[in-house]
């Protein structure tokens, strides 16, 4: 069986936030797949996805305070700056992290561990609504 949909996410304010239980919302198919793969595609690139962290709020507060100081605005050096001075940074947060995931499906819910939520990595001051493309293919 293969499983096709797009999904549209809340707008976020910049920073890393679980989206585990809003995605699994709009994908009552999930419950039908007795083993599986779920692909998820973020169709932006100044936003990322990963998996870490699903309890202490202060890990996505810390992911935050590192990918700025790793990667700075306002930098002389670059010329991507049209749309202003977060960028070009958020387009290099999001290559670094990653557009997709790919996650197991087990008795129609997401194989994941115990302390394991799913990240929207919004790099933008104002990004808006995200739109994720999801795939499962399963049994």
């Known amino acids: ?17 679980l989206i585990s239980d809003e ?4 994908l ?12 998820v595609l973020i169709k932006h690139t100044s936003a990322s ?29 670059y010329t991507h700056t049209f749309e202003g001075s977060d960028d070009l940074p958020a387009h290099i947060k999001s290559s670094l ?3 997709s995931l ?12 115990l302390w394991q939520g799913i990240y929207l990595c ?5 990004g808006g609504r995200r739109s994720l493309l999801v795939t499962i293919n399963g049994e």
């Open 102 to 113: 790919n996650l197991p499906i087990t008795n129609g819910a997401l194989n994941l561990g």
């Open 28 to 39: 009552p198919e999930l419950q039908n797949v007795k083993i599986g793969m779920m692909n």
């Open 1 to 17: 069986m293969w499983f096709q949909k797009e999904l549209l996410l809340t707008a976020r304010t910049r920073g890393f936030h």
């Open 23 to 26: 995605i699994i919302s709009q």
């Open 49 to 77: 996805l990963t998996i870490n962290e699903n309890a202490d709020p202060s890990v996505r507060h810390d992911f935050e305070t590192v990918f700025n100081r790793l990667i700075p605005e306002d930098q002389s050096e």
């Open 97 to 99: 992290l990653g557009s």
């Open 122 to 126: 919004e790099h933008r001051n104002h």
